[in-house]
T-cell receptor
Framework: QKEVEQDPGPLSVPEGAIVSLNCTYS??????FMWYRQYSRKGPELLMY????GNKEDGRFTAQVDKSSKYISLFIRDSQPSDSATYLC???????????FGTGTQLKVEL | EAQVTQNPRYLITVTGKKLTVTCSQN?????MSWYRQDPGLGLRQIYY???????DKGDVPEGYKVSRKEKRNFPLILESPSPNQTSLYFC???????????????FGQGTRLTVV
């Protein structure tokens, strides 16, 4: 079983829509969860991270962790064409020595 | 400006011809790592380094070597490249290998390698 799994999409939504991106993970001991955004031909950049359970909000972005179901989510409100990118969830694994990434979900926000 | 710099950005080479991809960071980070990104497989860690002269294998180390002689540099070496190493490579650095210091990794712009 993979440590983290993510639906690859692609996901296409109209501008202004609420977007929900999700990942599941295998080990209930994982504590640090991150979302990275990767534009075409660029390296990933950190959007947000959460520790343990709960929600974290930053502008139009909300990260949510549900440890009981081993599920992490990223919500984007009022999506914009500039949000079009691949979104990667990541978890600190290996005793904290590495980031394990999901395969990424490609998002396109259309005018 | 804080950054991770990789070179070259694009490289086409032939099977068996040794090559080095350089990576340099200007943030005085202790932890550096290399990933490869392939369609459907996502980012997979090749090697990582906790500090100078401290390197270890990631998930897919076969066919690669690394060295960490200085804190800022972490080159990736392919001694005898093969077509299955055609991929998009990223170098990344993090503040330190503690749990908290690891939560933000800074990535380079990527190196697209084609081995024919």
């Amino acid at each position: 079983q993979k440590e983290v799994e993510q639906d690859p999409g692609p996901l296409s939504v109209p501008e202004g829509a609420i977007v929900s991106l999700n990942c599941t993970y295998s080990n209930s001991a994982f504590q640090y969860f991150m979302w990275y955004r990767q534009y075409s031909r660029k390296g990933p950049e950190l959007l947000m991270y959460t520790y343990s359970s709960g929600n974290k909000e930053d502008g139009r972005f909300t990260a949510q962790v549900d440890k009981s179901s081993k599920y992490i989510s990223l919500f984007i409100r009022d999506s914009q064409p500039s949000d079009s990118a691949t979104y990667l969830c990541a978890i600190l694994t290996g005793g904290g020595n590495k980031l394990t990434f999901g395969t990424g979900t490609q998002l396109k926000v259309e005018l | 400006e804080a950054q991770v710099t990789q070179n070259p950005r694009y490289l086409i080479t032939v099977t068996g011809k040794k090559l080095t991809v350089t990576c340099s960071q200007n943030m005085n980070h202790e932890y550096m790592s290399w990933y490869r990104q392939d369609p459907g497989l996502g980012l997979r860690q090749i090697y990582y380094s906790m500090n100078v002269e401290a390197t270890d294998k990631g998930d897919v180390p076969e066919g690669y070597k690394v060295s960490r002689k200085e804190k800022r540099n972490f080159p990736l070496i392919l001694e005898s490249p093969s077509p299955n190493q055609t991929s998009l490579y990223f170098c990344a650095s993090s503040k330190d290998p503690s749990w908290a210091g690891h939560t933000e990794a800074f990535f380079g712009q990527g190196t697209r390698l084609t081995v024919v």
